[in-house]
């Protein structure tokens, strides 16, 4: 084993809570990617709900942890744990998979969801914001997510941006406002026992 | 689905750092080299990158057949043109180029899986990553593939209860609301012991890794990256001859 003569650098009781929160988080929106709903758009790709765990990164862990939580995410793919779509993973999806302008602008959406939401860096008490800014902040995002994914396909399958919105986007667009719709709901609800 | 496979083939043998700079390199020779020869070219080298990590390439296409919907779509739309003549077959050419491009990336990753441990993955990340960020990312890694098999049978759990209680009927949204809100229930609930689990027994910042180094195996591959790198920096400045 490599040894350390250094002193023991502990990490401090708020830094634990919010590492752990975001690691979680990061696992949950993994596991988003394995349940999936029928999409009548097109049946052979199904909606899952990354999206919508990456609406909630930025809204509950604010901008600064959600990103850090989203960026873990595609880390913890890029290494091989099975986080992607379909349960795939690799550096290579990261690199070279027609999605990977979507992957890429998770961190991003959710850092401006966050952005929008707590009005700033510092944490707002989120249960207080408004369903107009809630909603604002999340379709920000979406235009965030699309616009990278579009160019992104565009780029890396060498088709034009009209070619790569109409094969990567309009069957998933639709379904973006059923999330912000749920997401509205599940922050409207008692359930959440985990707010501070 | 491609996983971590303990074995003794020339990549398992490979420092973690050496693979993730191969496939950097690979990445980018693959994309520089975007022609028919090119990529027969990187093909084999992304053949012979498999087979050294004793990785079967039919298998490895399988577990990323999501992709397969957008790489066959991509050149088949691009062919279609709105009017006469309807259909441009030459128009598919660079599409269907870059298709193929990008399933040999995808594809070479899957060696990296099949052939590197969780814990491995960690150290060489904290190892490249300098600061708290590397620190946070490897403690980070490590969280996540103890806890998506945790949240997943969660998840998979309480869609299977609400299937079994007519919930499939539901709308779509109200669907969406009830799992999202109580998969965050369960993983912040699992955060919060986690955290406390964690403070109780002192985590830190400097842990004590796996020993990584650099074996002799690992030389020729960091050369032969290098390489790459090279060949493509010269395609993209224009001194390469035409390939």
């Known amino acids: 084993m490599a040894t350390s003569t250094e002193s023991v650098d502990l990490v401090d009781g708020t830094t634990v809570r919010n590492l752990a929160r975001a690691a979680l988080f990061a696992a949950l929106v993994a596991g988003f990617s394995y349940v999936s709903f029928p999409n009548p758009l097109a049946p052979s790709i199904p909606v899952t709900l990354q999206v919508l765990g990456v609406y909630l990164a930025g809204i509950m862990l604010g901008p600064l942890w959600g990103t850090a939580s989203i960026g873990l995410y595609l880390a913890a793919g890029a290494v091989g744990i099975p986080v992607f779509a379909g349960g795939s993973a690799g550096l290579g999806v990261l690199l070279g998979s027609p999605t990977l302008g979507y992957l890429w602008s998770y961190p991003v959406g959710a850092g401006v969801v966050g952005l929008v939401v707590h009005r700033g860096t510092d944490l707002q008490d989120y249960t207080t914001v ?47 406002a059923v999330k912000i719709a749920a997401v509205v709901g599940i922050l409207r609800r008692d359930a959440i026992a985990a707010v501070e | 689905m491609l996983r971590y496979q303990p074995g003794d083939s020339l990549a398992h043998r490979l420092d973690p750092r050496t693979k993730l700079c191969f496939q950097l390199a690979f990445a980018a020779v693959a994309f520089a080299y975007t022609s028919p020869r090119g990529l027969l070219a990187v093909g084999t080298l992304g ?103 945790v949240l997943r049978r969660d998840l998979l759990a309480m869609r299977d209860a609400e299937a079994a209680r007519l919930g499939t009927d539901r709308p779509l949204g109200e669907r969406m609301s009830t799992l999202a809100a109580v998969g965050l229930n369960r993983a912040f609930r699992r955060a919060d012991r986690l955290s406390a689990a964690m403070q109780a027994r002192c ?23 290098l390489l790459l790198f090279g060949a493509a920096a010269a395609q993209v400045v224009g001194l390469a001859p035409s390939f």
Request: proline content about 9%; hydrophobic content about 55%; glycine content about 10%.
């Open chain 2, 203 to 225: 985590l830190s910042w400097n842990p004590t890794l796996p020993p990584l180094g650099f074996g002799w195996v690992d030389y020729p591959i960091v050369g032969l990256s």
């Open chain 2, 47 to 149: 053949l012979l990158a498999l087979a050294a990590a004793d990785t079967n390439p039919l298998r490895v296409v399988w577990s990323y057949r999501f992709v397969m919907p957008f790489l066959l779509a991509a050149p088949a739309v691009a062919m279609l043109t709105l009017g006469p003549p309807w259909l441009v077959p030459a128009a598919a050419v660079d599409p269907a180029l870059a298709s193929v491009r990008n399933l040999l990336v995808i594809a070479v990753g899957g060696g990296y899986i099949r052939t590197t441990s969780v814990t491995d993955s960690r150290a060489a990340i904290q190892r490249t990553v300098p600061g708290r960020p590397g620190q946070f990312l490897g403690l980070g890694i490590e969280l996540v593939a103890r806890f998506l098999p």
């Open chain 1, 130 to 176: 408004g369903v107009p800014l809630l909603v604002g902040a999340m379709v920000a995002g979406t235009v965030v997510i699309y616009a990278m994914g579009t160019v992104g396909f565009a780029v890396i399958q060498n088709v034009g941006l009209v070619e790569a919105f109409s094969l990567s986007a309009v069957a998933f667009v639709p379904f973006e």
